[in-house]
């Protein structure tokens, strides 16, 4: 599964936060509010289907379904972070094995691009949950490149461009545990997808969506 990616340069760890101060009242301190958002990703939801009207390939079972959306219109200006992400899928049938960061099989994940949207490749792991950010329009070719996140999941801050597919995991800089990753919404972004990077053994064209089973739900941090 996965397409043809390109080694992770866009991806870097960033040195500092942006914070932003707010004038606090002299009688009652200021307070921000968190929302958290949980959607539920089905293990056949098919994320090089985001932005489209048609399931890739049209017409089959092996092209799974429309990926859940996350509509980033008041949080666009700041980096997500995820609360919670837990659950099990497979990709080949059987019981749910699988946990958000993936699991090690064969040569890993190679899907090439689709539809507009970028390849991903992580050369161990597979069915781990993906995301990618679009704006308001559907996404067409040429996509962008790819990211190789053989050595790159990990890392404490995530910098995809628009219609790059990416990785997302459990959301921590370790697998169950570490801190919470930083993903910086690009410039442009309105929605943030999740899913699934699945092919025929991990390889190639998207697809083969129709024997995977079991969910993940994931708690996002707005």
């Known amino acids: 599964m996965k397409g043809r990616t ?8 960033s040195a500092a936060l942006l914070l932003h101060c707010g004038k606090k009242s002299t009688t009652e301190p200021e307070q921000r509010r968190d929302t958290t958002v949980t959607i539920t990703v089905n293990a056949k939801a098919n994320i090089f ?7 890739p390939p049209p017409g089959t079972a092996l092209a799974g379904e429309f990926p859940p959306v996350l509509d980033l219109a008041s949080v666009a200006s700041r980096p997500l972070t995820f609360a919670s992400i837990q659950g099990s899928v497979s990709g080949r049938g059987g019981e749910p094995d699988t946990g958000p960061d993936g699991k090690a099989e064969g040569s890993g994940t190679d899907v090439t691009p689709l539809g507009g949207l970028s390849g991903i490749r992580h050369c161990v792991k597979v069915m781990f949950l993906a995301g ?8 067409a070719d040429p996509a ?3 990211i190789d996140f053989t050595e790159a999941e990990h890392l404490p801050e995530i910098r995809p461009q628009l219609r790059q597919v990416f ?5 921590r800089t370790g697998t169950g545990e570490g801190g919470a990753q930083r993903f910086i919404v690009p410039e442009g972004a309105t929605r943030l997808f999740l899913g699934f990077a699945d092919a025929y053994n991990f390889q ?4 083969f ?5 079991g969910s993940i739900t994931v708690t996002v941090n707005l």
């Open 144 to 146: 962008p490149d790819g």
């Open 49 to 55: 289907a985001a932005g489209h009207s048609v399931l």
């Open 6 to 13: 390109n080694v992770f340069s866009a991806a870097v760890l």
């Open 204 to 207: 190639g064209a998207a697809g």
């Open 167 to 171: 990785f997302i995991g459990d959301g």
């Open 132 to 139: 990618v950010f679009l704006g308001n329009s559907e996404p």
């Open 209 to 213: 969506y129709d024997d995977n089973i």
